[in-house]
Structure formats: structure tokens, C-alpha cells
């Protein structure tokens, strides 16, 4: 039986729903701190979207019997990721200008980090699954 290349990523579509729920369901203690609610979620949202990207990436290059299709993945990988969320911070910080909401983006920042330990963890089990890996 074949096993869907997403389901792996359980853990991180749970994280997602859990801290979308925690966005949304804590907005006045949000507010209490001075971090803009829209920017969690929305940086939420970039985030599950590049964590995806990139792990489809690196599981076509992770079944290709070329060592070498793994190690450019990778690097695919990373440029693709690196540029999205500049691309996405960029943006934000254009449109808000002088309203940005720095404690937001630091969030967002510690989130890009445990979405990247998930995804890590995640292509390290699945490595250790191939042969020859």
C-alpha cells in the first residue's frame, strides 16, 4: 500500500490548527501585549504554505535514486523558503509602514523556526526509511 507523501507533515497541519485557534480565541490577551492578531494568522498562514513547498521539494529529491537530486533539493529548498518570506515580510512591512508590529513578527519568526525543527525532524525519519539513504 502506498502512503501519501503528506502524511507525514501531520504534526505540522496540527501545529497550524492549534495556533490558529490560539490566535484567534486569544485576541484581547494579544492585544493586552501590542501584537496584531492579522499578523500571527496571516504569518501563520505563510508559513504552513512554505513548510509545504518546501517538503514537497525535498521529497522528490529524497526519491530519486541520484544522491545528488537530494543535496539540490535542499538547496531549492532554502532559496524558495528564504525568498517567500522575505518576499512576505517585505510586503507587510511596505503596506503597515510605520504601524509594523514588531512582537508580531518576532512571533512569526519563532514560528518559522518550529515549523523548520518539524520539518526537519519529519525528512530525518523519512530518510532513515530509505535504503541507501
Request: a positive charge; glycine letters at 2%; one cysteine or more.
Amino acid at each position: 500500500m502506498k502512503q501519501n507523501k503528506l502524511a507525514p507533515l501531520r504534526p505540522v497541519f496540527l501545529l497550524f490548527v492549534i495556533l490558529t485557534a490560539l490566535f484567534v480565541s486569544t485576541k484581547t490577551l494579544l492585544t493586552r501585549w501590542n501584537v496584531d492578531q492579522d499578523v500571527l494568522i496571516v504569518g501563520n498562514m505563510v508559513l504552513i504554505i512554505v513548510t509545504l513547498v518546501s517538503y514537497l521539494l525535498l521529497y522528490r529529491g529524497l526519491q530519486s535514486v541520484n544522491p545528488h537530486a537530494f543535496v539540490r533539493a535542499m538547496y531549492l529548498s532554502f532559496i524558495v523558503k528564504f525568498f517567500i518570506i522575505v518576499l512576505a515580510a517585505a510586503l507587510y512591512i511596505l503596506i503597515a509602514k510605520s504601524k509594523v508590529n514588531k512582537p508580531g513578527l518576532i512571533i512569526c519568526l519563532f514560528l518559522y523556526l518550529v515549523y523548520t525543527f518539524i520539518e526537519v525532524s519529519v525528512l530525518t525519519k523519512l530518510m532513515k526509511q530509505k535504503k541507501n539513504a
